[in-house]
């Protein structure tokens, strides 16, 4: 955070619907990088000032979008009716009291980060302006307001006459590559004198905020514009194509930010890693995988191709093959998964315990060493350490009614094509004999076998050849 005299705020237009989006949800809790678009916003405005000098401005399906980001601690602030970006600020007048300077934000501009919103304050700042805008030359700026600069002697000066919005432009007009990237710094004070003379003379028929820069310029007071070392950063989202770009974009640069610290990531560009996800030393990330959520990966572990990871904590050296699905679960130091293995929530996985293929597991705990390697359901169970699950193992822990638990003890031995009939318990040591149906607890030490006994009827095979062959 950093520290200056004078007091900011920053505000955050996200009253608006998205009408370009064709969707039911409002435009800025649609998701990128694994959070809504204002939630980005939020976090590089965080950098700048405390999350109590935030206020996003909300309206269209406003209850929804305060839910979504009350957790940040930020405030809000209510436009009943969107009429535009001038109207709201002027609804956010009272909010500002008492602060001397004012950041705006867009919620539908989502790639922003906090050094450069510092950049238009600390110029805002050093060039004594009423209002700075940060401006961009895109390749296309087609559909953004332009940007209109004095110019002194036949040159350009970094003051500003206007923005003229897409619609209004005139033909020779359309060329004009600088454009409003529709984030600014204002002194309060100059912003609410002359705010309340914007009209809605225009295509919309709306307050634009931009409409105040010829207004502040009449009066004397300085408008400035900074251009944006990365045009990137004030991409906005306005349709369904431009989310996929930025979604595109951000994970991309997380990609980056990983590599460049410590992790090695190949086809960056087919793998989806959320904005929150961490990434220890010295770890593999194979092609053609999701890192989901709050995901945490210790070190000098693999992540093997088409695995789908969700809000999970993995250890360090970790090894998870091919296909696997994990969710919401640990995942201890040396375990190893896969290929094709399911840890559904609230899975902890041992250190150095292994899940096999088609393994499924939820609510289960598998201690130190053990193993259920082979097409295996575990659910709602406790397992204690050097335990070996065999193949076909199934844990019975619904009878349509209740879910009941399941424990095996240490060093047990469950033998392949076992059921254990929850709630039911085996003890230390013991071993229950494969083909088993296990309804009462197993004691320490003890072998269960529950099975029908074999009997071999020979020569059966040979005599119903004969007999089969005598009916031809
Ligand atoms: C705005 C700028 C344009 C700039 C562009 C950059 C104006 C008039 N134009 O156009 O010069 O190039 O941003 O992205 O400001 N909002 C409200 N309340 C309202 C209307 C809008 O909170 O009544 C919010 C929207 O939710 C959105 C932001 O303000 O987050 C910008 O509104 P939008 O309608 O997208 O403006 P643009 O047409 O993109
Ligand atoms: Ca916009």
């Not at 600014?184 to 709306?206: R, S, W």
């Not at 999970?312 to 896969?338: H, T």
Request: hydrophobic fraction near 40%; aromatic fraction near 4%.
């Amino acid at each position: 955070m950093t520290k200056t005299s004078a007091t900011f705020a920053i505000v955050i237009l996200a009253a608006g619907k998205g009408t370009r989006l064709k969707s039911r949800r409002p435009k800025v809790l649609h998701g990128i990088g694994g959070r809504p678009l204002l939630a980005h916003v939020v976090a590089a405005a965080s950098k700048v000032v405390p999350a109590d000098n935030i206020f996003a401005i909300i309206g269209y399906e406003a209850d929804k979008v305060r839910a979504a980001l009350e957790s940040s601690g930020i405030g809000f602030v209510l436009q009943r009716e969107q009429r535009g970006t001038g109207h709201a600020m002027m609804e956010a007048a009272e909010a500002l009291k008492g602060f001397d300077h004012v950041l705006v934000l867009s919620g539908d501009v989502p790639l922003i980060t906090g050094e450069t919103i510092a950049r238009v304050r600390d110029f805002h700042l050093g060039r004594g302006a009423a209002m700075t805008i940060l401006t961009a030359e895109p390749t296309d700026p087609t559909g953004y307001g332009r940007i209109f600069r004095k110019t002194a002697d036949g040159n350009q000066t970094d003051e500003v006459a206007r923005i003229v919005e897409q619609k209004a432009l005139r033909n020779n007009e359309a060329e004009q590559r600088e454009i409003n990237s529709g984030i600014y710094a204002f002194a309060v004070g100059p912003l609410y004198a002359h705010i309340g003379k914007i009209g809605t003379d225009n295509a919309h028929g709306e307050y634009y905020l931009t409409d105040v820069v010829p207004l502040l310029d009449k009066a004397g007071e300085k408008v400035v514009a900074l251009r944006a070392e990365d045009s990137n950063e004030v991409l906005g989202v306005n349709t369904r194509m431009e989310l996929a770009e930025l979604d595109a974009k951000l994970r991309a640069r997380k990609a980056r930010e990983l590599m460049l610290a410590g992790t090695t990531i190949f086809r960056p560009e087919t793998c989806d890693i959320d904005e929150d996800v961490e990434i220890g030393t010295d770890t593999v990330i194979e092609p053609c995988v999701q890192l989901i959520g709050k995901t945490k990966i210790g070190a000098d572990c693999r992540i093997r191709s088409y695995s789908v990871i969700s809000n999970c904590e993995i250890g360090d050296k970790v090894l998870i093959r091919p296909g696997c699905m994990l969710e919401d679960s640990i995942v201890r130091d040396g375990a190893e998964l896969g290929p094709y293995s399911h840890l559904r929530p609230g899975s902890d996985i041992g250190e150095g315990a292994h899940v096999g293929n088609f393994v499924e597991t939820k609510k289960t705990r598998l201690g130190k060493r053990s193993k259920a390697n082979h097409l295996t359901y575990l659910g709602d169970a406790e397992i204690g350490e050097g335990v070996n699950v065999g193949a076909g193992t199934i844990t019975c822990n619904y009878d349509g009614t209740n879910k009941t638990k399941t424990i095996i003890d240490d060093g047990a031995f469950i033998g392949s094509d076992t059921t254990l009939v929850a709630p039911v318990r085996v003890g230390r040591n013991s071993y229950v004999a494969a083909a088993t149906c296990v309804t009462e607890d197993v004691p320490e030490d003890a072998l269960a076998i529950g099975r029908a006994p074999q009997a071999n009827k020979e020569g059966w095979a040979k005599e119903r050849r004969a007999r089969v062959k005598k009916q031809k």
